[in-house]
């Protein structure tokens, strides 16, 4: 505690230090701003000091103003994304002007002058090109402007999808922001800012996937997706930084309305598994924006709305009790009768007497809201603010599956995440800008489960479909972020530096839950237990903890083609305490042979040493400037997911194991006394002394601008991750002896950070950004992953070892480890009607050919690896554990079936074996590689002009328009029915989810309405 309360004296200091040398001090990290700056020389190629430079943004009224150095060099940071005019003027020379200068987010644009000796025309104007190169930063990554949010097609219309497109990006099916990972991470190491704050969901990283709206379309202005090497004011997580930033309202009175629709009848069937009908599914998104002035050249406001109703029905098909059995059961065990009369009446019979099939139709529900509010103020010219606020409510009501099969339990999903920025920004003199932002971030995650039975626990009986618990579990998480950034230019040096403040609250609860066992309807009817797992009620825990950020980053113009990035960013993440001192943390390791460690003790150490240098330069070789060579080098800290640090309030509660060995006559209702007597403690621990995982990155790259405004991109990466979380088993069975080291605890699953990885990654891209009625980018990239099974700081993408004491066993390719990526995108404005190349005279012909533009989103990829497992039983394992475990390879039998791959038999199963007994598989894990995939998506648009000034458009949108089938893995589980078999399309959301990437063709109509 003394160690934190020093720590934080220190950090105040440091901060009021900066605030006492820099009274105003260097401002707004730009992650989510623009800037630019450049040199001024005169035809001989001299520089031009005290050159008056002006930058004004004609929507909004906005001026910035700055003078050029001695060296000729000019700089104005921190501005707003959009597009501006530029103006030189110096006694002695003509006035230039630089028009459709567009600034976009997390960039410094170069934009150089040369200026002309008066005489003659004094006023001379230029249009700035479409696409310039980036000095600024030697990241990985792409930009998304408003052109594509708004034009590219979209299937479920979710901003996430679009980051797909960015080089290093792979989409592993769904297309949401859990389904995205970049350059070899995993889901978890993503960070979400909006508008430079903190807009990652609390529970778990990205929001959940059945929140599509949290940030409506028409509330994003554009947003940056930097895969990797990030400068110094990008932090929190050693994976990409999605930076998202809001439209501000403009002189200019704007709206519009729109309707999406989408419907069963214009659907393909889904290849696998394969149907004759196709299920009832009905979409609809609508909504619109109006922004304006509210005082011109003041004050604005900017206001968006979505909402999505979706209707998707689907079969429900499983297995229930016979009317006859029900009668001899309720006969023999009549206390089994809440039991007996959730199970829904059978449809039609099977071979086994007791057993009906049960088949029905369900309906997927969700409904959702989603909004957006900002305000702009521009008090003087030198101090400018806003307040934003994005509200969104989802909630899916879908029936509950058991293993694949489905009765009639329902599961309801809430969710309301909610996010808010102010931000102040003041300029002391064009060389010294300060901003504060205050956030606030709030994810939900409510759950709530419903079988019919009346009781909590899940019901499981051998031969009938598996009743679900009734269980309700709650995630509340907020975060307030109080950030100073500060720039401050000084000749040819522009330093940034800034300090963040987040403070985490994490609210967690659900009631309690478990299984009931029966193996066979013979022990169900006699009520003979065969085994339960009971999971007590936990109560609503609250997790606290503050986090602090800081960086410093000096941007040197060495020379007008030569630019260095210096920088450092230190990361406290802290350690989470709960506020009433209920949680218990267990470690063998720290707390001894009795596993827990008390009643509120500390969760763990936390590090203080997580410091990260950032080095990068650009260096443009030729006088034209047209190539540019970037390298850089940093390291990025995390914590990790924080659902991943809670694991000591689960052990308020104990989770018992109870058998019929050791109870012969267990059976249904459970006596609560017997847990506390005879049950197995079941506890969950984690590393105490856990390091906080980091990831060095470093990276080179070669620009070239190309004919029509094309910018190429060649890029080398890599990385290495070190402290990645480790998912294991403690308390195992010691093969020598046969018996656990603690007898009084069963296996208990362990989290530390003790994984590494690797990656490597070659890419080529091309972009131009929309100009003369094109927009065009593309890019491949090539990579390589390498971990020791774990892809990522978050649960989902990691695995136990088979073997627990040899997790160096484990080293092979990730499971996200994709060789070959190809993205692409294009909008194009056909060439006919007025003003263009083709039928521009008024007439008929004119009038139907013009206005029509077509669109497109294509992405392929190579396949997933695949980790073939086998089902063995605790008893044939050295160690007792069955979790993740391998069969043999036979020795010279090829995982690839002799007549090829087919969806019937992508794996050969006579490549493998069952392991002998007290052994284990020496099959590697990863040996197989699933399908690859593409799709093509395709869109129309025709707009009518309705006056000078609204619109109307009419589009339609077909999504993977050749039915290309999207196959998923095969089944990877050695030795059961189906083995080797592909019975899933690459969206493996069960059921197979109607929107995103990986469906069968579907076809989108929408009508939007401008002004």
């Given at each position: 505690m003394r160690s934190i309360q020093l720590f934080t004296r220190a950090l105040l200091l440091a901060i009021t230090t900066c605030v006492l040398v820099f009274p105003a001090g260097p401002a707004v990290a730009q992650v989510d701003r623009a800037g630019l700056d450049g040199t001024i020389t005169d035809p001989s190629g001299k520089v031009i000091p005290g050159v008056h430079v002006v930058a004004e943004m004609p929507d909004t009224g906005l001026k910035r103003e700055t003078v050029s150095s001695p060296t000729g060099s000019y700089d104005i940071p921190e501005l707003p994304v959009g597009t501006y005019t530029i103006t030189f003027d110096h006694p002695g020379f003509k006035t230039l002007t630089f028009v459709d200068v567009k600034q976009v987010i997390g960039r410094t644009r170069t934009l150089d002058a040369t200026l002309q000796v008066a005489g003659g025309e004094e006023h001379l104007q230029v249009s700035a090109s479409s696409e310039q190169m980036d000095d600024s930063t030697d990241a990985l990554g792409g930009r998304i402007d408003k052109v594509q949010a708004d034009k590219l097609p979209i299937n479920g219309r979710n901003w996430a999808t679009l980051t797909a497109l960015a080089p290093g990006a792979v989409d592993t099916g769904g297309s949401n922001q859990r389904s995205i990972r970049f350059a070899g991470r995993g889901r978890d190491d993503d960070n979400f800012t909006y508008d430079?704050?903190?807009?990652?969901?609390?529970?778990?990283?990205?929001?959940?996937?059945?929140?599509?709206?949290?940030?409506?379309?028409?509330?994003?202005?554009?947003?940056?997706?930097?895969?990797?090497?990030?400068?110094?004011?990008?932090?929190?997580?050693?994976?990409?930084q999605l930076a998202v930033t809001s439209p501000s309202g403009t002189n200019q009175w704007h709206g519009n309305a729109f309707e999406y629709?989408?419907?069963?009848?214009?659907?393909?069937?889904?290849?696998?598994?394969?149907?004759?009908?196709?299920?009832?599914?009905?979409?609809?998104?609508?909504?619109?924006?109006?922004?304006?002035?509210?005082?011109?050249?003041?004050?604005?406001?900017?206001?968006?709305?979505?909402?999505?109703?979706?209707?998707?029905?689907?079969?429900?098909?499983?297995?229930?009790?016979?009317?006859?059995?029900?009668?001899?059961?309720?006969a023999d065990s009549p206390e089994l009768e809440p039991i007996v009369n959730a199970y829904p009446l059978g449809t039609a019979p099977t071979s086994d007497p007791n057993i009906d099939q049960f088949s029905s139709e369900g309906t997927q529900a969700v409904n959702e809201n989603s909004a957006m509010i900002r305000l702009d103020q521009r008090f003087t010219e030198k101090t400018t603010a806003y307040v934003r606020f994005n509200y969104d409510r989802a909630v899916n009501t879908q029936p509950l599956a058991s293993s694949g099969n489905y009765l009639e339990d329902l599961q309801q999903l809430t969710s309301t995440p909610v996010n808010g920025a102010i931000e102040l920004l003041h300029i002391f003199n064009p060389n010294l800008v300060e901003e504060f932002k205050f956030g606030y971030n709030r994810g939900t995650a409510d759950t709530d489960d419903l079988n019919h039975t009346g009781i909590p626990y899940a019901v499981s009986v051998s031969g009938f479909t598996t009743l679900n618990n009734n269980r309700f579990s709650t995630g509340v998480g907020n975060s307030f972020s109080w950030i100073d950034n500060l720039t401050w230019i000084k000749s040819r040096h522009t330093v940034k530096a800034g300090v963040e403040i987040r403070r985490i609250q994490l609210n967690q609860g659900n009631t309690e839950a478990g299984t009931i066992t029966y193996a066979s309807t013979t022990a169900f009817d006699k009520n003979s237990v065969s085994s339960a797992t009971l999971n007590g009620a936990l109560p609503i825990n609250g997790l606290r903890k503050t986090q602090y950020y800081g960086y410093v980053q000096d941007e040197f113009k060495w020379t007008p083609n030569f630019t260095v990035n210096l920088g450092a960013r230190y990361s406290f993440f802290n350690i989470f305490h709960e506020v009433q001192g209920r949680a218990n943390p267990f470690d063998f390791a720290t707390c001894g042979p009795q596993g827990f460690c008390g009643v509120g003790a500390s969760f763990g150490r936390p590090n203080y040493g997580d410091i990260d240098p950032r080095v990068a330069f650009a260096w443009a070789p030729e006088n034209n400037g047209k190539t540019l060579i970037r390298a850089g080098f940093g390291m990025y800290h995390e914590d990790g997911q924080l659902d991943d640090q809670n694991l000591p309030i689960s052990n308020?509660?104990?989770?018992?194991?109870?058998?019929?060995?050791?109870?012969?006559?267990?059976?249904?209702?459970?006596?609560?006394?017997?847990?506390?007597?005879?049950?197995?403690?079941?506890?969950?621990?984690?590393?105490?002394?856990?390091?906080?995982?980091?990831?060095?990155?470093?990276?080179?790259?070669?620009?070239?601008?190309?004919?029509?405004?094309?910018?190429?991109?060649?890029?080398?990466?890599?990385?290495?991750?070190?402290?990645?979380?480790?998912?294991?088993?403690?308390?195992?069975?010691?093969?020598?002896?046969?018996?656990?080291?603690?007898?009084?605890?069963?296996?208990?699953?362990?989290?530390?950070?003790?994984?590494?990885?690797?990656?490597?990654?070659?890419?080529?891209?091309?972009?131009?950004?929309?100009?003369?009625?094109?927009?065009?980018?593309?890019n491949y990239m090539w990579s390589h992953e390498i971990d020791d099974g774990s892809d990522g700081s978050g649960d989902g993408d990691s695995l136990v070892p088979q073997n627990?004491?040899?997790?160096?066993?484990?080293?092979?390719?990730?499971?996200?480890?994709?060789?070959?990526?190809?993205?692409?995108?294009?909008?194009?404005?056909?060439?006919?009607?007025?003003?263009?190349s083709y039928l521009n005279q008024a007439g008929i012909l004119s009038s139907i050919a013009r206005d029509w533009e077509v669109t497109s989103v294509a992405l392929a990829r190579t396949g997933f690896p695949v980790n073939v497992l086998v089902n063995?039983?605790?008893?044939?394992?050295?160690?007792?554990?069955?979790?993740?475990?391998?069969?043999d390879l036979v020795p010279g039998v090829t995982v690839t079936p002799t007549g090829g791959k087919s969806i019937g038999e992508w794996i050969n199963p006579a490549a493998f074996a069952l392991p002998a007994a007290g052994t284990f598989g020496d099959a590697p894990r990863n040996i197989v590689r699933g399908p690859?995939?593409?799709?093509?998506?395709?869109?129309?648009?025709?707009?009518?002009?309705?006056?000078?000034?609204?619109?109307?458009?009419?589009?339609?949108?077909?999504?993977?328009?050749?039915?290309?089938?999207?196959?998923?893995?095969?089944?990877?589980?050695?030795?059961?029915?189906?083995?080797?078999?592909?019975?899933?399309?690459?969206?493996?959301?069960t059921p197979v989810s109607p929107i995103g990437s990986g469906t069968p063709r579907e076809i989108q109509f929408a009508l939007r309405f401008a002004f």
């Open positions: 430079g704050v903190d807009a990652t969901n609390i529970v778990n990283q990205p929001q959940q996937p059945y929140v599509r709206l949290s940030i409506p379309l028409d509330a994003i202005e554009e947003f940056r997706i930097d895969s990797m090497l990030t400068t110094a004011e990008g932090g929190a997580t050693g994976g990409p629709l989408r419907n069963n009848v214009f659907d393909a069937q889904q290849p696998v598994p394969a149907s004759t009908s196709q299920p009832p599914f009905h979409l609809n998104q609508f909504g619109g924006a109006l922004s304006g002035p509210i005082v011109r050249d003041k004050t604005f406001f900017f206001l968006a709305y979505e909402g999505y109703r979706q209707r998707w029905g689907f079969p429900l098909l499983g297995y229930v009790p016979s009317s006859a059995f029900r009668t001899q059961v309720l308020e509660v104990f989770a018992y194991s109870l058998s019929n060995k050791t109870i012969p006559n267990l059976s249904y209702p459970i006596d609560p006394f017997l847990a506390n007597t005879t049950g197995i403690v079941s506890p969950r621990a984690q590393d105490r002394q856990r390091k906080d995982t980091y990831v060095e990155q470093w990276g080179l790259s070669v620009q070239r601008e190309l004919p029509g405004d094309f910018v190429g991109t060649v890029s080398y990466v890599g990385s290495h991750g070190v402290y990645l979380l480790t998912l294991s088993e403690v308390n195992v069975v010691d093969a020598a002896t046969g018996v656990r080291p603690y007898p009084a605890f069963s296996q208990v699953s362990w989290r530390g950070t003790k994984d590494a990885s690797s990656y490597q990654g070659f890419s080529v891209a091309v972009k131009r950004s929309f100009s003369r009625g094109l927009l065009f980018s593309a627990v004491a040899c997790p160096q066993c484990e080293r092979a390719s990730g499971i996200w480890d994709v060789r070959h990526v190809v993205n692409a995108n294009a909008i194009y404005q056909l060439p006919f009607g007025p003003g263009r063995r039983s605790s008893a044939s394992v050295p160690d007792g554990n069955s979790t993740d475990q391998r069969p690859g995939a593409w799709q093509i998506d395709f869109g129309v648009a025709k707009t009518i002009s309705l006056g000078e000034r609204a619109r109307l458009e009419f589009r339609s949108e077909f999504f993977n328009i050749f039915n290309h089938p999207q196959y998923g893995l095969p089944n990877a589980t050695f030795a059961v029915p189906g083995f080797g078999s592909i019975t899933q399309t690459v969206n493996t959301t």
